[in-house]
C-alpha cells in the first residue's frame, strides 16, 4: 500500500507554508472521508519530477498564497540580526540578508545549508526581500530533490558545447574572458571536452587535478581552473543544465608556500633607476610611489591627473571600482617633467614596451626573480614599515578586503626584532634592569667564573 502523506508532511518537503499545498490544486490529492486529505507519495514524486524548470511548482505555490510577508514572518521567522555587513532574517531552512555596496545599493544574498555544506548566493535582480525569499525557498528545494533522489530532468549537453555557451554569455561582463577562454580551450576542454555534464563527478576532477599537478604546474594555477569549472558548473544549475556542482566537493591546494615576498631595496631600487631606459625610469618610479599594477600605470590618461589638488583617479581597475591616490613630492616631479614632453598626447606614458626593457634593467643591475608586480609588493611593504594602517593600504591598492592586502604586506626580520624590543621598553619598573647594570652583572659573572 503506498504511503500516505499530511498537508503538514507534503509542506515540509517542499519547504512552503501548508496554506501553498491547499491552495494549489495541481498537486494530486485523495480525500478520505472522515480523514480530510492525503496525498500519495509516489504521486508527490512524479508531480515533484514534471517540475523542470525554474518556474516550479513551490514558486508558483508561493505567490498564490495571499499571505503578507509580516504574516509570514510571524509563522516563519526565526529572528532577525544586525551584522557590521548588513541585516540578516534568519528562517527554518535558511537566511536572507541584505548588504550595500559601496555606491550604497542594496545586494539581497541567500543562504542555507546541504549536508553540512554551506552555500551563500547572491540574489541578482532581486528588489525587495520577498523575491530573495522566493529563490531561496526554489534552492532549498532543489537541493533537497537532489538529495533524496527525485531531482528535476536536467538537459542533456556535452561540456564542450556548454563552455562555449558560457563564454558567449560572459563575455560582455568579464574582464578576464580572454584569460578563461583559454584556460577552457588548452586545458579543461581537452579532458572534459566529450563528455556529458552529468557524468563529470568529482572523482574524474581529482584524476584532472593530478594530471595538471603531473605537467608541473604551481598549486594556485591548477585552482583557478577548478575555480573556473565551478564557475561553470553553477551556471549550468542556473540554466537547467546540471542538477549539482560536483567542483564543490574537491578541495582546492593550500597556496601559502607559492606566496612571493620579493621586495626591493633601497640600493636596488638606485641601481635600477641608474641602468633603465629613458622611457622605462618614470614608469617605474610611478609604480613605487603609487602602488599601481602595470595595465593601470600604461593606460593612464592626462584627464585622470589632477595635478593642482594632487591625486590620480585611478578607472577601469581589476576590481572593478575607481579608487584615489594621492601624488608625493617625487611623483609631482616626474609628472610636471612628462607633462612638458607629452603635453599633446591623451596618454602619460606613450612607450609602453615595459616587459623587455624591465628584464634588461633587472640584468644590467644584478637583481635577480624580481617582477614589475613586486614594485606594487614593495610600495605596500614600505608603507606598512612607516606605521600606516592597512586599511589605508587597502585604499590605495584598490583591495576588497584588507586579507588580500595582508599578502601584500610582510615584515621583515628588522622589524621583528624591533617589535619584540618594545616590550623591554613598557615592562614596569624592576622587572628588568637597565642595560648598563645588566652588563655589569655579565662582566662580574665572567670574572667569578674564570
Known sequence: MDKLLTVKEVAELLHCHPQAVYRNKEIPRIKIPGVGIRFREEDIKEWINKGSSRNCSLLESFSKVELALDRYD???????????????????????????????KERWYIYYRVD????????????????????????????????????????RIKFMKFADLYLENSKPNKKSWSEERYRIEAHLKPFFGELELKSISSLLIEKYRLKRLKTGVKNSTTNRELAL???????????????????????FFSEKDNLKERVLTLEEETKILEVSAEHLKPILIFALNTGM???EILNL???????????????????????VIPINDVLMEEL????????????????????TAFENACSRAGIDNLRFHDLRHTFATRLVEHGVDLITIKELLGHH????????????????????????QICPHGVHTRKEDRMEELTTHSFLVN
Open 336 to 355: 610636471l617633467r612628462l607633462k612638458k614632453l607629452n603635453e599633446n598626447s591623451m596618454f602619460v606614458f606613450l612607450n609602453k614596451s615595459v616587459r
Open 301 to 323: 590618461k592626462w584627464d585622470q591627473i589632477n595635478l593642482s589638488k594632487r591625486f590620480i583617479q585611478v578607472e577601469n581597475t581589476k576590481s572593478g571600482s575607481n579608487r
Open 74 to 104: 510571524r509563522l516563519f521567522l526565526g529572528g532577525v540580526k544586525m551584522s557590521h555587513k548588513g541585516k540578516i532574517w534568519n528562517y527554518p531552512f535558511g537566511s536572507v540578508y541584505l548588504r550595500l555596496t559601496k555606491t550604497g
Open 293 to 295: 599594477r602595470r595595465g
Open 229 to 251: 569549472l565551478k564557475v561553470i558548473f553553477s551556471r549550468a544549475i542556473d540554466w537547467s543544465f546540471a542538477v549539482e556542482n560536483p567542483v564543490r566537493k574537491v578541495k
Open 401 to 424: 578586503s584588507v586579507k588580500v592586502t595582508e599578502r601584500y604586506t610582510h615584515s621583515n626580520s628588522d622589524q621583528k626584532k624591533k617589535a619584540v624590543d618594545i616590550l623591554s
Open 116 to 155: 553540512g555544506e554551506r552555500i551563500r548566493k547572491a540574489v541578482k535582480n532581486a528588489q525587495s526581500r520577498a523575491d530573495a525569499l522566493k529563490v531561496l525557498q526554489i534552492q532549498v528545494a532543489d537541493a533537497f530533490r537532489g538529495k533524496y533522489g527525485f531531482k528535476r530532468e536536467e538537459k
